[in-house]
């Protein structure tokens, strides 16, 4: 009866912290220390170019380990069985199992000496099948010497990894593998069929290139560096770590698409980046766009960026440019005689082969182009256009004056330029959707107008200033004869004082408001997103939903949490007592699950939740067409069939392709995709 347990087992100390991890660090200091020394590890004694840095950083911000109290690491100091087991059991996601309750005695056999404060950790890693009772034989073997406290070998290592991993059937299938290594034959026959599989796995190397040093101590940083490795053979889901495909990086942002949404995170210099393929750091200008990424991140800023793969998710497309449909943001182009549509948005990025970059009204009909679309959305998204150069395009640059409409006059060089506007000019403002001529900023704005074979405007591109976005944001006070507004963000924090300006728009409920009329809703505490250019208010949008993922429910404070798009999460009190699904209003709350998607309208004075709604997709056979009506007759795999409207929603087939009613068929089989009751688009399977 190798292990006794006596009432409950011993809650953890601050010495056992330290002895595994080195002690409890302060991260915000050991980060500045890092900053201000040109390191990128929270650790003093890990500098760049250090074989591991790359390893260590990571396990630190996934908690797995830590630094001392002075900033150190101590990469070279030996790490016990027991610190081993404590890694392990952390790496692994099993700290859950380990039971804290206070009231502690836990016995193992005499010859078994562990250390008070790691008694638990070890029950639990021989309760997850971590250590078996060959720990316990070897230590009645060594009774000088203490099995905890024991410095840990390479190759005992390789079996707490290997169990850990679950790799066990692989450790028994090599168990009779000679080592490749010079010195096999000093592996231990108990180890061998691990040190086989931690080195087919990738996990560990040789000290040389021929040598292995079975009974060598392993090190922090060794430890450190084999943990890293074991990860990409077991997933694990750490706080704060998410992976995706990088879609948008700029200066002070990375945005990652992970399951259809898109999340993003904030960049600053203290941001580490590194790639799969080998352990020194990367610049942020290395990233691969539309690449697979990990990212571990805490406060929605991105702490460490990895890049785990050289294959961007896009695919190239050649044709001659058709048309562009500004309002549905689609654009068309010849393809094998069959004009095709392409979806884009206003990331869409237009340039010619010489890195000029141009507008949709900078390309005419029938011009040669290549169309860059992403292979991972459900409706595939342009990304980039590229075309020949245009050696005729003309612009003209300098200061807005004014426009009538008709024409637009700038100062260029203290002189006055005049120019007709195009039919259907384009206006570009940076971070600003559907920018139009009344957006410009008389004698302040530098913009750059675009002009045609005919000398007139075909573009408006201001180059000064941009639109910038403040979201989950909330009104800390309006004074309203001085048009002036303070906003803070939900904790309170961060004011902004800003303008309103006559031509402030203001959406209450999908509808546009004048900014006169808005006052009685620009109360205290009142949720908003707001966008703005300088201190002046370009718009304010009083929040009446929210979607994001689903992190839990509270049902005896009535308080659910949904974690948004931007990575912040927010609690908002409830009063609706069901969950709308496809086909019922009265789903059981108790149905919703972690990282579903959902959306939550709030009542008029934005105090609860009044409805919940279920982001959810239905497969259905088609039994009836009524083209006339635009309604579908379709059945669910189980349940009764039901009547669907399909008109103005999006249909697309399972390429993404835009379709139409005539393309279903009875008996075929469509995916409606539901936001609570309400169908939101189609897809033809």
Do not use: C
């Not at 021989?126 to 060959?134: I, K």
């Not at 898109?262 to 799969?276: G, I, K, P, Q, R």
């Not at 009685?520 to 707001?530: A, E, I, S």
């Amino acid at each position: 009866m190798p292990i006794h347990i006596n009432g409950k087992r011993a809650v953890i100390g601050a010495l056992a912290l330290s002895l595994a991890f080195g002690g409890g660090y302060a991260a915000a200091p050991q980060a500045a220390y890092a900053a201000a020394n040109g390191l990128n590890t929270p650790f003093s004694d890990i500098s760049k170019g250090h074989w591991a840095e790359k390893h260590v950083a990571k396990l630190a911000l996934q908690n797995i380990i830590s630094g001392y109290p002075n900033g150190t690491f101590a990469p070279s100091k030996n790490v016990s069985q027991e610190e081993a087991v404590l890694m392990a059991l952390r790496f692994a996601g099993l700290m859950d199992k380990v039971d804290n309750d206070p009231n502690a005695e836990i016995e193992f056999q005499e010859s078994f000496v562990v250390s008070k404060n790691f008694k638990k950790y070890v029950l639990a890693a021989f309760n997850e099948g971590l250590l078996d009772t060959s720990e316990m034989a070897q230590a009645s073997d060594n009774p000088g010497t203490d099995w905890g406290t024991k410095a840990a070998s390479r190759e005992w290592v390789t079996k707490l990894i290997i169990k850990a991993i679950g790799k066990t059937e692989l450790a028994d299938s090599l168990q009779n593998t000679q080592s490749a290594f010079a010195d096999g034959n000093q592996i231990d026959s108990k180890y061998l069929g691990y040190v086989n599989a931690s080195v087919e796995l990738g996990l560990v190397k040789g000290i040389t290139e021929t040598t292995f040093q079975p009974k060598a101590n392993i090190t922090r940083a060794s430890l450190a560096t084999i943990l890293s490795f074991a990860q990409g053979q077991f997933e694990v889901e750490y706080e704060g770590e998410s992976s995706g495909i990088a879609t948008q990086l700029s200066d002070s942002s990375l945005t990652v698409y992970e399951d259809g949404v898109e999340t993003s995170y904030a960049l600053d210099e203290n941001t580490l980046y590194y790639t799969f393929k080998n352990t020194q750091p990367i610049t942020k200008a290395e990233l691969l766009l539309y690449g697979d990424i990990t990212v571990i991140a805490k406060d929605g800023a991105a702490k460490y960026v990895e890049v785990k793969s050289d294959t961007a998710h896009t695919k190239t497309i050649a044709g001659t440019f058709l048309r562009n449909v500004s309002s549905e943001k689609k654009l068309y182009l010849w393809i094998n005689d069959n004009p095709t549509p392409f979806t884009y948005d206003d990331s869409l990025v237009i340039q010619d082969t010489e890195g000029t970059a141009l507008t949709l009204n900078d390309l005419k009909a029938d011009t040669p182009v290549s169309i860059v679309q992403d292979t991972f959305r459900q409706t595939p998204l342009t990304i980039k256009i590229l075309t020949a150069p245009n050696s005729n395009q003309k612009t003209v640059a300098g200061t807005f004056f004014s426009t009538d409409g008709k024409i637009i006059t700038v100062k260029e060089n203290n002189a006055l330029v005049t120019k007709y506007l195009a039919k259907g000019v384009t206006i570009e403002i940076e971070g600003l959707n559907d920018a139009t001529l009344d957006d410009l900023l008389k004698e302040t704005d530098q913009v750059v107008l675009t002009l045609d074979d005919s000398e007139q405007v075909t573009n408006i591109k201001v180059e000064s200033r941009k639109v910038e976005v403040l979201d989950q944001s909330k009104i800390a006070s309006f004074v309203e004869d001085m048009k002036l507004l303070t906003i803070v963000d939900f904790d309170g924090k961060n004011p902004k004082v800003l303008y309103l300006t006559d031509k402030t728009k203001v959406e209450y409920y999908g509808t546009i408001i004048t900014v006169g009329n808005s006052y009685d809703l620009l109360l205290q505490g009142t949720q908003v997103v707001l966008t703005y250019t300088g201190d002046k208010v370009v718009s304010i949008k009083i929040v009446t939903t929210y979607t994001g993922k689903f992190v839990s429910i509270d049902t005896l404070n009535y308080e659910i949490k949904v974690k948004l798009d931007s990575g912040v999460t927010i609690t908002l009190p409830y009063s609706a007592n069901y969950l709308e699904t496809p086909g019922s209003n009265t789903t059981p709350l108790s149905e919703l699950k972690k990282d579903d998607l959902v959306t939550v309208e709030l009542n008029p004075t934005q105090e609860s939740i009044i409805k919940i709604k279920a982001h959810r997709d239905v497969t259905y056979t088609v039994q009836v067409i009524d083209i006339m009506n635009k309604k579908l007759r379709v059945k669910p795999a189980t349940g009764n069939a039901i009547d669907l409207s399909i008109k103005d929603l999006p249909m697309t087939d399972k390429d993404g392709k835009e379709v139409s009613i005539g393309n279903i068929s009875v008996g075929s089989s469509i995916t409606a995709s539901y936001v609570g009751t309400a169908a939101t688009a189609i897809r033809v399977n």
